[in-house]
């Protein structure tokens, strides 16, 4: 597939039924679509995002109110970037998208997330660093515990 033109996506908030297809066919492969669903997605503080291409999602996250070291953060959940959309900045713009957006709600929330372990360059890369051992997710694999440091 020839480079993309990123101008040519969109990037918004979106409901949480415009990203499930995408989230199962790359965190979810093999499992029910129910499994591409995470507790807390309804609620009422989560948000989730997309970039999408002529109205189809090709990139999502969603960012949920959850704890870190006992104060409010934001906890990142279901990155994704379709396959043939890889490596083409999409993920990094729809993660800076989402930060400031996250940023203009709560300003002095810190983000954290389980990070897969393959994935884990991909999050250095926008500014994330490791903060615990690998440990096993189950369904999902090892991970590591990563929080954003700013790029
Ligand atoms: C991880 C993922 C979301 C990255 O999305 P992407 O749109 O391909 O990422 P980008 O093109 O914006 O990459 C930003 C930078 O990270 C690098 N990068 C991307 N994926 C990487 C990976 N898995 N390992 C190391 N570096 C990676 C890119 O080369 C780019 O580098 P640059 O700063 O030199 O330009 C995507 O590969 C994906 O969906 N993987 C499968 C699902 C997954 O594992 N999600 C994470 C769950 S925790």
Redesign the pocket.
Known sequence: MPPIDLSQLHLGQVSVDMIVPLRHR??RQNLPLESARFPGDDAAATLHFAASDCGIPV?CLTLMAAEWEGRDAWQLRG???AAE?????????LFAYAFSEARRRNVDWPMW????V?????YQ??GWGVVSDEFEIPLAGPHVKMVYRGE
């Open positions: 790359m965190l990139c990155m994704a970037t959309y890889h490596g083409q900045g999409v993920g990094r713009r997330c389980n990070a897969r393959s994935a884990i360059g991909f890369r926008v």
